[in-house]
């Protein structure tokens, strides 16, 4: 079993649920730990003891994230559209501002 941390978020801007996750990293990707986004407002996927996450939407690599190599690193205001042809999964600046805190906390006790 994957150890995981898991943060509940609601986006007050978009108004919208998210379930989001970090992933540690595995032995065969030195690429480093990921974050998966799932829409809170469904139930489809569980993690492995059970817990609901919700419909998975995206996954990223943190390090991607949190770099400045695809424009502004989240935690600096920017939103992040998940899923550009589906307009409700977006998330606003400040909702992504509150993911990169969860981040930096993880990254703080998991380095």
Same mark, same amino acid.
């Given at each position: 079993?994957?150890?995981?941390?898991?943060?509940?978020?609601?986006?007050?801007?978009?108004?919208?649920?998210?379930?989001?996750?970090?992933?540690?990293?595995?032995?065969?990707?030195?690429?480093?730990?990921?974050?998966?986004?799932?829409?809170?407002?469904?139930?489809?996927? *569980?993690?492995?003891?059970?817990?609901?996450?919700?419909?998975? &939407? =995206?996954?990223?690599?943190? $390090?991607? !994230?949190?770099?400045?190599?695809?424009?502004?690193?989240?935690?600096?205001?920017?939103?992040?559209?998940?899923?550009?042809?589906?307009? *409700?999964?977006?998330?606003?600046?400040?909702?992504?501002?509150? &993911? =990169?805190?969860?981040?930096? $906390?993880? !990254?703080?006790?998991?380095?």
């Amino acid at each position: 079993m994957r150890n995981n941390t898991i943060m509940n978020l609601y986006d007050t801007i978009r108004s919208q649920s998210w379930t989001v996750r970090i992933l540690e990293n595995q032995k065969n990707d030195d690429l480093g730990a990921k974050i998966e986004f799932y829409d809170a407002d469904y139930d489809f996927e *569980k993690d492995e003891s059970g817990r609901i996450l919700g419909q998975f &939407v =995206a996954c990223y690599y943190i $390090e991607t !994230l949190l770099s400045g190599e695809y424009g502004k690193p989240i935690g600096t205001g920017r939103g992040l559209n998940l899923m550009g042809h589906e307009p *409700k999964w977006s998330i606003s600046g400040e909702g992504m501002d509150l &993911v =990169a805190d969860f981040v930096k $906390e993880y !990254l703080k006790h998991n380095q």
